[in-house]
């Protein structure tokens, strides 16, 4: 036993070099960006440096943040600002979701300048890439990864008493374009993850006037006969956590005269 503690321990260093990858064979690279290339601005770092930073993220504790996020700055230049958006948002926030405070605490206290703007635009990218797929209706975990990102977009946004922009994810028109599409099952999660951040705004909880159209949309879906029961579970959590009555919500009318694909998902 004594004998192989050095080559167990060096299993271990080998392991924490590498970034987090999700139990199950799911290319998260071909999810989140789509098989596309990664945008042409985006600058990466030497692989020595990489390599560092895989292994700062694989030994972050609440204990260590500021400790961490100093090794971090003494290695990485402000200018990978975009290309560590990019591994947050790929390797850490769509498949860690127990983690987002930790990580939303250290990059805080990382204080990289422009990467909160970098994260906001590739989580928003991640996000039309996953919604624009059909896969998303009938897969899983694609669905899991997007209800991690819609709960980062709402923990880094409305959490911290920053608007979400109709330039980054038009809320409302997903809902829209979920009904009359059949995707319902994918976006009504979503937008339930990102309006969860509220209860801990004090900007954005009831009566503002964006939550409350928000909520009145998400009404008029639970109203439709024969929704799925675990859209209306969805829709009931988010009201419980906010501390709203949904019975109480006057549903909208935006999807009055509309057609909605009926599909075994939705209905």
């Known amino acids: 036993a004594a004998a192989s503690a050095p080559a167990v321990q060096q299993q271990q260093q080998q392991q924490q070099q590498k970034p987090a990858r999700l139990a199950h064979p799911l290319d998260i690279d071909q999810l989140v960006r789509g098989g596309s290339d990664l945008p042409s601005e985006l600058e990466e770092p030497p692989s020595a440096t990489a390599d560092k930073v895989?292994?700062?993220?694989?030994?972050?504790?609440?204990?260590?943040?500021?400790?961490?996020?100093?090794?971090?700055?003494?290695?990485?230049?402000?200018?990978?600002?975009?290309?560590?958006?990019?591994?947050?948002?790929?390797?850490?926030?769509?498949?860690?979701?127990?983690?987002?405070?930790?990580?939303?605490?250290?990059?805080?206290?990382?204080?990289?300048?422009?990467?909160?703007?970098?994260?906001?635009?590739?989580?928003?990218?991640?996000?039309?890439?996953?919604?624009?797929?059909?896969?998303?209706?009938?897969?899983?975990?694609?669905?899991?990864?997007l209800k991690n990102l819609g709960a980062w977009l709402g923990l880094s946004t409305l959490a911290r008493n920053k608007p979400l922009l109709m330039r980054d994810v038009k809320l409302k028109e997903l809902l829209i374009h979920a009904y009359e599409r059949g995707r319902m099952v994918a976006v009504v999660p979503f937008v339930c993850k990102v309006l969860g951040a509220c209860p801990h705004s004090i900007v954005f909880r009831p009566p503002n006037p964006w939550l409350m159209a928000m909520l009145r949309l998400l009404a008029e879906i639970y109203a439709l006969p024969d929704l799925k029961l675990n859209l209306k579970f969805e829709i009931e959590v988010l009201c419980k956590a906010i501390d709203v009555v949904l019975s109480d919500v006057q549903p909208s009318t935006l999807l009055r005269g509309r057609q909605a694909r009926v599909t075994e998902h939705d209905f």
């Open 54 to 145: 895989f292994f700062v993220f694989n030994n972050i504790s609440p204990d260590n943040v500021a400790t961490k996020a100093a090794d971090l700055r003494a290695v990485l230049d402000a200018r990978y600002a975009p290309w560590l958006a990019n591994y947050l948002v790929e390797r850490r926030l769509s498949v860690e979701y127990n983690f987002h405070d930790l990580y939303l605490h250290f990059v805080e206290e990382l204080a990289m300048p422009g990467l909160p703007q970098a994260l906001l635009g590739m989580t928003a990218r991640a996000v039309r890439r996953l919604l624009s797929g059909d896969k998303v209706i009938t897969d899983i975990p694609e669905r899991a990864l």
